[in-house]
């Protein structure tokens, strides 16, 4: 299993667009540092989204959910087959992708996930794999294993020439979606009554509960919105990191580091490691190819050994 | 030992009977050469369920006595296999020599990383676990003048097998090397035994049950599970070698997730902590395996999945230890 | 006045801005049969916590037999003979009780990192697993899980784990804390008959058992110490009646507070 990342198959095209979009030798450098900045938010952010959902779900259920790349995947499908077959114009399928994940996701946390809860972890990451196992080999199945490829809007390709730097057009559109979203996030959890409720479950579901919380439900539209944004990560990202079954495979060590390393008691901490970890790759993919996601790996363990709650989890959180 | 059962305490006898051989014990350790004895065409199967025994037994130290969840435990596995396999083409074809290099070199690589899962939740160890084996992988990955890289380390050629009994060259049938395999996890099996039934081993499974009373008895937890850790990557690493050296090569895939993945199912379905679970499920697996695989070769992960999702919903305790069904007193 | 034993020289743990121990110093005398009461949230389970490294003291030290051990760990005070009981039972739950003193005693006598020999190989070990059986009352449920054990036989087997690691220094947090009246009396016994040289630090509500067998008392409140002194001087001190009693009960005598939990 190949671990990809950002610039797997686009690597090389990557640096070639770089050094193209450079001008003249003195400026050549900040404009490649500013390029790859650009770029490392764009994943970053993306990373984000996709991970959010998972940090909010283990903080709140205390759920190892190894499959959250499945509804990730689910919503780059659901993209990619309305774009291809039904001609749904791409912004449209963005908002539709969201709707369909989470409801896959609030079905099978009825159903599936709710028994769950109170299990050890052993039984929880067993559990996930085998979810992503079979939603990975299911898609093969009925897909097939290619790459699938959206040919996103003329409006949303090229670039923006600033400067020396080139900014991608659709890197931009990621970003301020993303942004959108996270301040969207930030605001519904800390001015709705919702987001109180759900801050509340999060820090004792029990206490919770005896305050009349109904926690179910909680747990419920939680799950299935942070499912739902997995599936618009999936959609937005299907151009920047591929689409194919093993997607969920390829990337949950991503999401995963977001998680550990960001802490799941709060949004903001996510999301820095989420941009951390993005800059990272790929400015790692650029001056070292050669050591590849090794760094990323090592960097994860450095943190987590130095700092075990995440680089931003309170004390005494989970 | 001791003298006559009447001078015992209840006690005294107790812990006695706790060490003693079971008859299904015996049983076990017979039909291992049996197996071998019996089922010369079988002899690749045998010897590839026999290496997945020994890689989940190891695993059954952490997770099952000491209660270390790990997501990365190919990592052992993979660098038992490598180091095997390098070891043989560049400095000596010697088997026991190379998988005594190999062990040495998987504790090694266990008690270093051992460090890094004594702090923090299941979670970060889960990650750190996974971590490491994905470093391991690229590693291979980019040394490839050491590892072969991609393509893998081919073309290992082992030397005869020296024994007691005469020297045994490996055969294209896998008569010798399915041999060997059996009896290197016999003897794995007779050292955990001793280990599990020894203050040693009572006291992992304290600290997998309570951690704070393990140490509010004087334990000291952490140099414990360095040992214990250290341990499980010796047998995982002993396992790693024996697959490269009975097959000759080793590839990447051995770091690679779905094997730690495999060999937690592996360990589940046979059951965790009586130090047999890796054997009966190895045995079950494999037989599972080759069974669906011939009905859907390119979907085998599938019924893998749902399999997995069952048994978590149903309950592993219901998989687990059949005799304990018509034992009183237990669950 | 003989030597202290166990003593801290103003302790403090303070979690965030609240003091749960503060400026605390107690000393333990050698032999002592020393009682800490105070009222629910006084802060005596973090003081045991402190004594036996669990948590890390904010300020102040811990010195047994006049050396510094507050930088110890756990399982170091537990070598140096400072073992504890938990209020709520801290048991191995998929061992029998034969097991887990077994350990103990094991890691008492030196021999828990033995991997070779079987754990019943030792006679003395089993022996004095035979001995702790029979004063709890355990013999009979000797290889039974512990998870499938009535509360009373687990608290037995709590002290008596406590017991096989042979204390110095025993803390005892509540030992009688949810156990049926025909069992209190017994642990109580069980307990009186430790060797003299045995220092007991007691945490009980139960008064009457507080007075009959404490000779010294502590009275924790707030976090701080409210008072101290031998055992008739604190049953008749208005003040601790006060704290247990609040400000409006007059004179009457009582039967001490009535626990929250436990």
Same mark, same amino acid.
Not at chain 2, 118 to 136: E, H, I, K, P, W
């Given at each position: 299993?190949?671990?990809?990342?950002?610039?797997?198959?686009r690597?090389?095209?990557?640096s070639?667009?770089?050094?193209?979009?450079?001008?003249?030798?003195?400026?050549?450098?900040?404009?490649?540092?500013?390029?790859?900045?650009?770029?490392?938010i764009?994943?970053?952010?993306?990373?984000?989204?996709?991970?959010?959902?998972?940090?909010v779900t283990?903080g709140?259920?205390?759920?190892i959910n190894?499959?959250?790349?499945?509804?990730?995947?689910?919503?780059?499908y659901?993209t990619?087959l309305?774009m291809?077959?039904?001609?749904?114009p791409?912004?449209?399928c963005?908002?539709?992708?969201?709707?369909?994940t989470?409801?896959?996701?609030?079905?099978?946390?009825r159903?599936?996930?709710?028994?769950?809860?109170?299990?050890?972890?052993?039984?929880?990451?067993?559990f996930?794999?085998?979810l992503v196992?079979?939603?990975v080999?299911?898609?093969?199945y009925?897909?097939?294993?290619?790459?699938?490829?959206?040919?996103?809007?003329?409006?949303?390709?090229?670039?923006?020439?600033?400067e020396?730097?080139?900014?991608?057009k659709?890197r931009?559109?990621i970003?301020?979606?993303c942004?959108?979203l996270?301040?969207?996030l930030?605001?519904?959890?800390?001015?709705?009554?919702?987001?109180?409720?759900l801050?509340?479950?999060v820090?004792?579901?029990?206490?919770?509960?005896?305050?009349?919380?109904?926690?179910?439900?909680?747990?419920?539209?939680?799950f299935?919105?942070?499912?739902?944004?997995?599936?618009l990560?999936?959609?937005?990202?299907?151009?920047v990191?591929?689409?194919d079954?093993?997607?969920p495979?390829?990337?949950?060590?991503?999401f995963?580091?977001?998680?550990?390393?960001?802490?799941t008691?709060t949004?903001?901490?996510p999301?820095?490691a989420?941009?951390?970890?993005?800059?990272?790759?790929?400015?790692?993919?650029y001056?070292?190819?050669t050591?590849?996601?090794?760094?990323?790996?090592?960097?994860?363990?450095?943190?987590?050994?130095?700092?075990?709650?995440?680089?931003?989890?309170?004390?005494g959180?989970? | 030992?001791?003298?006559?059962?009447e *001078? +015992?305490?209840? =006690? &005294?006898? /107790? %812990? !006695?009977?706790?060490?003693?051989?079971r008859w299904?014990? $015996?049983?076990?350790?017979?039909?291992l050469?049996?197996?071998w004895?019996?089922?010369?065409?079988?002899?690749?199967?045998?010897?590839?369920i026999?290496?997945v025994a020994?890689?989940?037994?190891?695993?059954?130290?952490?997770?099952?006595y000491?209660?270390?969840?790990?997501?990365?435990?190919?990592?052992?596995?993979?660098f038992?296999?490598?180091?095997?396999a390098?070891?043989?083409?560049d400095?000596l074809?010697d088997?026991?020599?190379?998988?005594?290099?190999a062990?040495?070199?998987? *504790? +090694?690589?266990g =008690? &270093?990383? /051992? %460090? !890094?899962?004594?702090?923090?939740?299941?979670?970060?160890? $889960?990650?750190v676990?996974?971590?490491?084996?994905?470093?391991?992988?690229?590693?291979a990955?980019?040394?490839?003048t050491?590892?072969g890289?991609?393509?893998?380390l081919?073309?290992?050629v082992?030397?005869?097998?020296?024994t007691?009994f005469?020297?045994?060259?490996?055969?294209?049938s896998g008569?010798?090397?399915?041999?060997y395999?059996l009896?290197?996890?016999?003897?794995?099996?007779?050292?955990?035994?001793?280990i599990?039934?020894?203050?040693?081993g009572?006291?992992?499974?304290?600290l997998?049950?309570?951690?704070?009373?393990?140490?509010?008895?004087?334990?000291?937890?952490?140099?414990r599970?360095?040992?214990?850790y250290?341990?499980?990557?010796?047998?995982?690493?002993?396992?790693?070698?024996?697959?490269?050296?009975?097959?000759?090569f080793a590839?990447l895939d051995?770091?690679?997730?779905?094997?730690s993945?495999?060999v937690?199912?592996v360990?589940?379905?046979g059951?965790?902590?009586y130090?047999?679970?890796?054997?009966?499920?190895?045995i079950?697996?494999?037989?599972l395996?080759?069974?669906?695989?011939?009905?859907?070769?390119?979907?085998?992960?599938f019924?893998?999945?749902?399999?997995?999702?069952?048994?978590?919903?149903?309950?592993?305790?219901r998989?687990v230890?059949p005799?304990t069904?018509?034992?009183?007193g237990?669950? | 006045?003989?030597?202290a034993?166990?003593?801290?020289?103003a302790?403090r743990?303070?979690f965030?801005?609240i003091?749960?121990t503060?400026?605390?110093?107690?000393?333990?005398?050698?032999?002592a049969?020393?009682?800490?009461?105070?009222p629910?949230?006084?802060?005596k389970?973090?003081?045991?916590?402190?004594?036996t490294?669990?948590?890390a003291?904010?300020?102040?030290?811990?010195?047994?037999?006049?050396?510094?051990?507050?930088?110890?760990?756990?399982?170091?005070?537990v070598r140096?003979?400072?073992?504890?009981t938990?209020q709520?039972?801290?048991?191995?739950a998929?061992?029998?009780?034969?097991?887990?003193l077994?350990?103990?005693?094991s890691?008492?006598?030196?021999?828990?990192?033995?991997?070779?020999?079987?754990?019943?190989?030792d006679?003395?070990?089993?022996?004095?697993?035979?001995?702790?059986?029979?004063?709890?009352r355990?013999?009979?449920v000797?290889d039974q899980?512990?998870?499938?054990?009535?509360?009373?036989?687990?608290?037995?087997?709590?002290?008596?784990?406590?017991?096989a690691?042979k204390?110095?220094?025993?803390?005892l947090?509540?030992?009688?804390?949810?156990?049926?009246?025909?069992?209190?009396?017994?642990?109580?016994?069980?307990?009186?008959?430790?060797?003299?040289d045995?220092?007991?630090l007691?945490i009980?509500?139960?008064?009457d058992?507080?007075f009959?067998?404490?000779?010294?008392?502590?009275v924790?409140?707030?976090g701080?110490?409210?008072?101290?002194?031998?055992?008739?001087?604190?049953?008749?001190?208005?003040?601790?009646?006060?704290?247990?009693?609040?400000?409006?009960?007059t004179?009457?005598e009582?039967?001490g507070?009535a626990?929250?939990?436990?």
């Amino acid at each position: 299993m190949e671990t990809a990342s950002y610039a797997s198959l686009r690597g090389h095209e990557r640096s070639r667009r770089i050094a193209s979009a450079s001008g003249s030798a003195p400026t050549s450098i900040a404009a490649t540092l500013l390029t790859l900045l650009f770029d490392g938010i764009a994943y970053g952010m993306l990373l984000f989204v996709l991970a959010v959902g998972l940090a909010v779900t283990l903080g709140l259920m205390n759920f190892i959910n190894l499959a959250h790349g499945a509804f990730a995947m689910a919503g780059g499908y659901i993209t990619v087959l309305l774009m291809n077959r039904a001609g749904v114009p791409f912004v449209a399928c963005l908002p539709l992708a969201f709707i369909g994940t989470a409801l896959l996701g609030a079905l099978l946390e009825r159903t599936l996930y709710r028994p769950m809860y109170a299990r050890p972890h052993l039984d929880q990451v067993l559990f996930s794999i085998g979810l992503v196992f079979m939603a990975v080999t299911a898609v093969d199945y009925v897909v097939g294993s290619m790459q699938q490829n959206i040919t996103l809007p003329p409006w949303l390709q090229g670039r923006l020439p600033i400067e020396a730097v080139g900014i991608g057009k659709y890197r931009l559109f990621i970003i301020v979606i993303c942004s959108a979203l996270t301040v969207l996030l930030q605001w519904v959890l800390s001015r709705t009554r919702f987001g109180s409720r759900l801050r509340a479950a999060v820090d004792d579901p029990r206490v919770a509960g005896g305050l009349g919380l109904d926690v179910n439900r909680i747990f419920l539209l939680t799950f299935a919105v942070g499912s739902g944004l997995a599936g618009l990560g999936g959609a937005l990202g299907a151009e920047v990191l591929g689409l194919d079954p093993t997607f969920p495979l390829k990337f949950m060590i991503y999401f995963l580091i977001v998680v550990s390393v960001g802490g799941t008691t709060t949004i903001t901490g996510p999301l820095v490691a989420a941009l951390l970890l993005g800059i990272a790759d790929v400015a790692g993919k650029y001056y070292v190819p050669t050591l590849g996601a090794f760094i990323v790996y090592c960097l994860m363990i450095a943190i987590l050994t130095l700092r075990p709650q995440g680089l931003f989890a309170r004390a005494g959180s989970r | 030992m001791t003298g006559s059962d009447e *001078a +015992l305490s209840p =006690a &005294a006898r /107790s %812990l !006695l009977r706790a060490g003693r051989w079971r008859w299904w014990e $015996l049983a076990l350790f017979a039909a291992l050469p049996l197996a071998w004895l019996l089922l010369p065409r079988q002899s690749l199967l045998i010897n590839e369920i026999a290496i997945v025994a020994l890689f989940a037994v190891s695993l059954d130290l952490i997770l099952g006595y000491a209660g270390i969840v790990s997501l990365g435990h190919a990592a052992f596995f993979g660098f038992g296999a490598y180091a095997a396999a390098i070891f043989a083409k560049d400095t000596l074809a010697d088997p026991l020599v190379g998988l005594a290099v190999a062990i040495g070199a998987s *504790a +090694l690589l266990g =008690a &270093a990383t /051992s %460090l !890094l899962i004594l702090r923090g939740t299941d979670l970060t160890r $889960l990650m750190v676990t996974l971590g490491v084996a994905s470093v391991l992988y690229e590693l291979a990955n980019k040394l490839d003048t050491l590892t072969g890289g991609a393509d893998g380390l081919r073309g290992v050629v082992m030397g005869p097998l020296v024994t007691p009994f005469g020297a045994f060259e490996f055969d294209l049938s896998g008569r010798v090397g399915c041999a060997y395999s059996l009896a290197v996890l016999a003897v794995a099996l007779l050292v955990a035994r001793r280990i599990v039934h020894s203050p040693f081993g009572i006291s992992l499974q304290a600290l997998r049950d309570n951690r704070l009373r393990a140490a509010s008895i004087g334990l000291a937890v952490r140099r414990r599970l360095v040992a214990v850790y250290t341990i499980a990557a010796a047998v995982a690493g002993a396992a790693g070698a024996l697959l490269a050296q009975t097959s000759g090569f080793a590839s990447l895939d051995v770091f690679d997730f779905h094997r730690s993945a495999e060999v937690l199912l592996v360990l589940v379905i046979g059951g965790t902590g009586y130090l047999y679970g890796g054997v009966f499920g190895a045995i079950v697996f494999q037989l599972l395996h080759d069974v669906v695989s011939a009905w859907t070769p390119q979907y085998w992960n599938f019924w893998l999945g749902l399999f997995l999702v069952v048994l978590v919903l149903v309950g592993r305790e219901r998989f687990v230890r059949p005799w304990t069904w018509f034992r009183r007193g237990r669950r | 006045m003989s030597a202290a034993v166990l003593e801290t020289v103003a302790l403090r743990k303070r979690f965030g801005g609240i003091s749960a121990t503060d400026d605390v110093s107690l000393r333990l005398a050698h032999g002592a049969r020393h009682a800490l009461i105070g009222p629910n949230g006084a802060g005596k389970t973090t003081l045991i916590n402190l004594l036996t490294g669990v948590l890390a003291p904010t300020a102040g030290t811990i010195l047994l037999d006049g050396a510094d051990i507050t930088g110890l760990s756990v399982h170091a005070r537990v070598r140096l003979g400072i073992v504890r009981t938990f209020q709520i039972n801290q048991l191995f739950a998929a061992l029998t009780p034969l097991s887990s003193l077994a350990l103990a005693v094991s890691v008492q006598r030196g021999g828990s990192a033995g991997w070779w020999k079987p754990i019943g190989a030792d006679a003395a070990v089993a022996a004095e697993c035979q001995g702790l059986l029979e004063r709890f009352r355990l013999a009979d449920v000797m290889d039974q899980p512990v998870a499938s054990l009535a509360y009373g036989k687990r608290r037995l087997l709590e002290i008596a784990t406590a017991l096989a690691c042979k204390p110095r220094v025993l803390l005892l947090d509540e030992p009688v804390a949810g156990v049926p009246e025909g069992d209190r009396q017994e642990i109580f016994e069980a307990i009186d008959a430790l060797p003299a040289d045995v220092s007991i630090l007691l945490i009980e509500h139960d008064m009457d058992l507080v007075f009959n067998f404490a000779r010294q008392v502590t009275v924790l409140v707030n976090g701080a110490v409210f008072a101290e002194g031998d055992v008739a001087a604190i049953a008749g001190d208005p003040r601790v009646k006060a704290v247990y009693l609040g400000e409006d009960e007059t004179g009457a005598e009582t039967a001490g507070p009535a626990p929250a939990h436990g």
